[in-house]
Structure formats: C-alpha cells, structure tokens
C-alpha cells in the first residue's frame, strides 16, 4: 500500500502538536513501473480478500481486538476518490479518550490501478512525494511485509506494517498513540497475523 492512510487521516490524529499522523496506505501513484528487485515476493499461496471488501471490519477477530481492549464496533470505510478513501475499504477502531487507534486498509483500490502490492509501497518510496519511510519487517505468518509511513513514527508510538498477500495486494495495519516502538509494532503484528489466519480461513 501507499501514501497517505486512507481512514486513518480523517478520523484520527496524532497526540503530539495535534497534527494528523496519516498511515501509510491510501493513494498510489498510477502508470505500471518496472518490477524492483528489492520488493519481497509473495511466495506462500496468494489470499483472497474479495469476501472482506464490504465486510473490513469483521477480518480482525473479535478475541483479538478484545485482547487489545478495543470492545466499540469498528468504523467501515467504504473504497471511494478521494485521496483518503482511494487505497480501499478500510476500518478504524478507537479507544476513545486515550488518543490510541488502530486501524485496517484492504488495498485492493491500489491492486485496481494497477499499483497494488508491496511493489506500490516501494514505488511510493522511491518517488518520496509522500511516503518517506520504508523498511523490511519480519515475515507476518509466512507472508512479507515492511514498516512504512509518512516518516518512522515507531519511537513516537505509531507503527504502519503493510503484509503482501498476492504480487499485487496487500494490507495495511496502523496502530497510532502507543507508548513506543515495541508496543504500536506488537499491535500492529498482532493484528496483521490474525487477518492472515482469518484469510486462510475464509
């Protein structure tokens, strides 16, 4: 995924100087580019993520989101054109008075103009028009996956961790207001190996 975050930006802000603090996902640059050597292949078998288009906020297990104390329903993004809806459906989850978020981008609107996938992140960094950070993270359940945002936020407590589940599709997941690096990655990764479960399930 690229960019900006889709549900992210609107709905929620970062703690510090009231600024937004967008994810990493949302619009992508169009026009097909020449495939980067350094983008990691998908190599276990491709997931399908059509079922949760509509549905984006039942791909996080509710034993999951409970363990992270998130117990309100989730607020459903639908795919739109606007630079915050352009990435794909999406669905944010607050604790609310606690300025801590989290929330899940389905990419597919990216994998539709043709800059889907892990391969849109890295083509976003390479232009750096927006997104400035990017960087390998461990395999999520056998699949790859990098940090990536606006600028490297993890010390700060906001961790983006887009998880390629086909050569042209991934996901985002964006944890924001945590207490640090470890504890906004370990939600995000949390988060992340459960929608692959879910996926493999569905």
Known sequence: ?????AGFTAACTSTT????????????????????????KVTGSPLDAG??????CSIVPQDVLASL?????GEY????????????PSCLWKLRGEGIGLSVILGTGNRDRGAGGLAGAYA????????????RAPDVEGYPAIYVDVQDE????????????ADDLAFDVYAQGYQ?????????????????KTLKGA
């Open 1 to 5: 995924m690229l960019l900006v975050s």
């Open 17 to 40: 100087g009231g600024a937004a603090s967008p994810a990493p996902s949302a619009s992508a640059p169009t026009g097909a580019s020449t495939p980067d050597p350094e983008v990691p």
């Open 51 to 56: 079922k949760y288009v509509a549905e984006t």
């Open 69 to 73: 104390r998130y117990t309100d329903a």
């Open 77 to 88: 993004q639908p795919q739109g054109n606007t630079p915050t809806t352009q990435a794909g």
């Open 124 to 135: 976003a960094y390479r232009q750096g028009v927006i997104t400035r950070f990017l960087e």
């Open 154 to 165: 993890r010390s700060m407590g906001s961790c983006g961790l887009d998880v390629g589940i």
């Open 180 to 196: 640090g690096q470890d504890d906004s990655c370990a939600a995000a990764n949390q988060v992340a190996a459960s929608i692959i």
